[in-house]
């Protein structure tokens, strides 16, 4: 019995012994660990009682006579050290793997920041946490770019800019920093949206807003890289001529959300069988609600279907299934009968960027009805 006894004593004392050398290795790794550093002067404390504990089990073995049950407490407790120490580091190298992560990606979104300044309008570091403006760049920096200290400051600053369309009303939206904030929490790593704008110099275009989210190492602030780059005509031209080109149409509009801006339309808006916006610029909504519904022709069921066909989310849900959307409606106008087609294509997906057509199909329709 005596020999087991010592058995468990200097084995505990061992395993105890391998748990120092453990420990010992991690005080040393936690300084690579930056949001770990700080802790390491808490950290020896343990280290301390930890070499308290392992002459205390030499000195019960050598100089003591411990019983049976006294050798299997101070044998469990190793194992316990053990146990309790394998599941503490398994913990801090998930910590480091993921500290490890954020820092490449951070790394990498600054990077490709910096590389995108060359071709960007503006450009921004963003910490959202502090509301603060680290870091700014770009090729078309607006005066109040160069000033605004606070992400919050800098987009008040922008809001003359904005072209403002339908009730003249400007909401937050997703590039407020309550908004990007809400967007990363919810999961989101990504961000982008397009508005029509007057740039400093005077002219109007369209831009494209992306920011890319992330964590800061060390801190967990959420950090925003945001560009800016130009959405310029060309690029939906090209998406026109490529896709819309084979059909005759009398009005090509961008339509960005709920917005719409008219590009090419019917220079006489007063014209026989025009179905043309009263405005340039404003709600697509407002256009089908106000313009299109009134006029449309047949049973109510029947022009409830068509309103409907033409609202954003089934042209949005019809697009996800195939492209081109098209409908045809029947509208009485100035008292006769007129047949048009609205036709959908997408630009950009993620910012619900698309092209809006409308041509008059009467001419066609009056052709075929002669056929029957």
């Not at 004392?13 to 040393?28: G, Q, T």
């Not at 019960?60 to 146990?83: E, K, N, T």
């Amino acid at each position: 019995m005596r020999g087991f006894i010592c058995f468990l004593i200097f084995a505990g004392s061992a395993i105890l012994l391998f748990n120092i050398i453990r420990y010992y290795k991690f005080m040393k790794s936690t300084g690579k660990i930056e949001s770990m550093a700080e802790t390491k002067k808490i950290l020896s404390v343990p280290f301390f009682f930890l070499m308290l504990f392992f002459l205390g089990y030499l000195f019960v073995g050598i100089f003591r006579r411990p019983d049976i049950v006294v050798a299997a407490i101070l044998f469990g407790g190793s194992i316990y050290v053990f146990v309790m120490f394998s599941i503490m580091f398994f913990i801090v190298r998930k910590i480091r793997d993921s500290e490890r992560k954020l820092n490449s990606l951070y790394a990498e979104m600054k990077n490709n920041l910096d590389a995108l300044t060359q071709d960007s309008l503006t450009v921004f570091r963003v910490n959202l946490t502090k509301d603060l403006i680290e870091d700014r760049g770009g090729q078309d920096l607006y005066a109040s770019d160069l000033i605004a200290q606070s992400y919050t400051d800098l987009m008040l600053s922008r809001l003359p800019s904005l072209l403002i369309r339908g009730k003249n009303e400007i909401t937050p939206g997703l590039f407020s920093r309550d908004g990007l904030l809400a967007h990363y929490r919810a999961g989101h790593t990504s961000a982008t949206e397009v508005n029509f704008v007057r740039r400093k110099s005077g002219r109007y275009c369209f831009v494209r807003m992306h920011a890319a989210l992330a964590a800061q190492p060390g801190t967990d602030e959420v950090v925003a890289f945001i560009t800016e780059q130009n959405y310029n005509t060309e690029m939906v031209n090209d998406t026109v001529l490529k896709k819309a080109l084979v059909d005759q149409y009398d009005m090509i509009t961008y339509l960005v959300g709920n917005e719409y801006g008219v590009v090419i339309g019917e220079k006489a808006q007063g014209a026989k069988g025009s179905l043309f916006p009263k405005s340039r610029y404003g709600l697509y909504e407002e256009f089908i609600n106000e313009q299109v519904t009134p006029v449309l022709c047949g049973e109510e069921d029947e022009k409830k279907e068509i309103s409907k066909a033409l609202t954003l989310e089934v042209v949005e849900q019809r697009l996800e299934e195939k492209e081109p959307y098209e409908v045809i409606i029947s509208c009485r106008i100035d008292g006769a009968v007129y047949y048009k087609k609205f036709v959908f294509y997408v630009v950009d997906k993620e910012a619900r960027f698309y092209i809006f057509l409308k041509s008059d199909v009467t001419e066609r329709f009056a052709k075929q009805m002669r056929f029957l």
